[in-house]
Structure formats: structure tokens, C-alpha cells
């Protein structure tokens, strides 16, 4: 009965770090977007512009910011492109404005290259490019938020990779542990185990929409994420 309980508790605690440690995750990536969005938004547009950017790089990294623009028309075009680029403070941004000829049926790639030294707070890039448009082209704006991972030997992209295939473990080992002492399930013990399918589905959630840059879908997320781990944890708590 004894070991029964402690594995009970380790269970509750490895599940508890776990999910509180993908949550944080997708939360820091996700407020690295919601921080872009609001950032110099005088620059905007109605028609949102897509850009390509990394979700991570580390402090010893190179990233780069890239647009693909596309000419459908049968004849050359020329568009000018705008791009503000936070430099350490929201207050100081770093202009570009170029001025790109695409040929007829042509799409061309542009590139810009940030590095942890342009991070707000040494934690976020923030990078705005607004696409002038004329007729047919409406003009179109994107944002994007870089997070800055820590470490300078690995690449950020692995760095994050590893922190949430550790956040994944420690669910599932805690998962398992409180599944396997707490057999056979039943009455308040059922609804537990509800709980943290739940919880862990919403982090997965929450990460893949913190992937793809919906921040406006990850806040809803990561506010129902933090209530259902809140729940769940003070029902496992109460059901040791």
C-alpha cells in the first residue's frame, strides 16, 4: 500500500512538471507572436501577408525573416516591400525598404537575416514587413515573433524540440505511474483520468497552434490549458 502511494505521488508530480512545462513553452512562443502583432502596428494593412520565419533560434544563431512574392500577371511588375525590425527595445526598429522587379509568371524569395542581438528583452525578435500594394495587388502585411533559446550549442529549433520531448515524457511516465497504481478506475478516479487526457490534448493543441503562429487561438488555448491543469491536478491531489 505503501509503495502504491508514493508511486500515486510521483505520478501527480512528473504529470504536474510536465504539463506545466509544455505549457510554458508554447506560452513563451506564442507571446512572441502576440508581442510581433502589436508591434509598430501603425504599418498595417487589411490583407494579412504570410512570412516564413524560424520558432526558434538560439543566441548563437543566424535567422532569417523570408517573403515570397509572386507576379501573376504577363507583364513585369515592380513592388516595394517595407520592413521594421525591433532592435533590443520596441521603441528602436530598424528600417528597410526595397524595391523588387518580378518578372512576368516569376516568384522571388526575399530574405531578411536577424540574430539574438535584435531580441526585446533578450527573448523575442520581432519582425513587421508591409507589402505596398497597387492595382490588382491589395497591400498586405505579416509579423512574426522569434523566440531565443539559451543554449549556443544547439540550434534553437532543437532545443525546443527537446524541451517538449521532455515535457511529453514526464506526462506520459506520470500518466502512467497514477494509471497503473490507481487500477481498476472507478467512480471519482474516472473523471481524473478524463482530466489529464484533456490536459495533455490541450498542450498538444496548444503547441501545434503555437507552431503555426495563431496567437489569437493560442491565448484561448493556453487560458483553458491553465484551468484544466488547475483542476486536474487538485483532483488528483484529493484522490491520492
Not at 149 to 169: C, D, E, I, N, R
Not at 192 to 211: F, P
Not at 214 to 224: D, P, Q, S, Y
Request: hydrophobic fraction near 55%; charge should be positive; glycine fraction near 8%.
Amino acid at each position: 500500500m505503501k509503495n502504491k502511494r508514493w508511486a500515486i505521488f510521483f505520478g501527480i508530480v512528473l504529470f504536474a512538471v510536465g504539463a506545466l512545462l509544455g505549457t510554458v513553452l508554447y506560452g513563451l512562443t506564442l507571446w512572441g507572436d502576440l508581442e510581433a502583432a502589436h508591434f509598430d502596428s501603425s504599418m498595417s494593412a487589411d490583407h494579412r501577408l504570410n512570412l516564413h520565419c524560424p520558432v526558434a533560434i538560439s543566441v548563437a544563431e543566424t535567422g532569417t525573416v523570408a517573403l515570397t512574392v509572386s507576379n501573376p500577371l504577363d507583364r513585369p511588375t515592380e513592388r516595394t516591400v517595407r520592413t521594421h525590425i525591433a532592435e533590443k527595445y520596441l521603441s528602436l526598429v530598424r528600417e528597410e525598404t526595397r524595391r523588387v522587379t518580378i518578372a512576368a509568371g516569376e516568384t522571388q524569395r526575399i530574405t531578411w537575416t536577424v540574430t539574438a542581438e535584435d531580441a526585446v528583452w533578450g527573448s523575442w525578435i520581432l519582425a513587421r514587413v508591409f507589402l505596398f500594394g497597387y492595382t490588382p495587388f491589395p497591400a498586405r502585411a505579416g509579423t512574426c515573433g522569434i523566440l531565443v533559446t539559451p543554449l549556443a550549442g544547439l540550434s534553437g529549433g532543437l532545443q525546443l524540440a527537446l524541451a517538449w520531448l521532455v515535457a511529453w515524457l514526464c506526462m506520459a511516465l506520470g500518466g502512467g505511474l497514477w494509471f497503473k497504481a490507481r487500477r481498476p478506475l472507478s467512480g471519482s478516479a474516472c473523471n481524473v483520468a478524463r482530466m489529464l487526457v484533456m490536459t495533455a490534448a490541450l498542450v498538444l493543441v496548444g503547441m501545434i497552434v503555437s507552431l503555426l503562429g495563431a496567437w489569437l487561438i493560442g491565448v484561448l488555448v493556453f487560458a483553458v490549458t491553465i484551468l484544466m491543469m488547475v483542476v486536474a491536478i487538485a483532483s488528483l491531489v484529493t484522490n491520492v
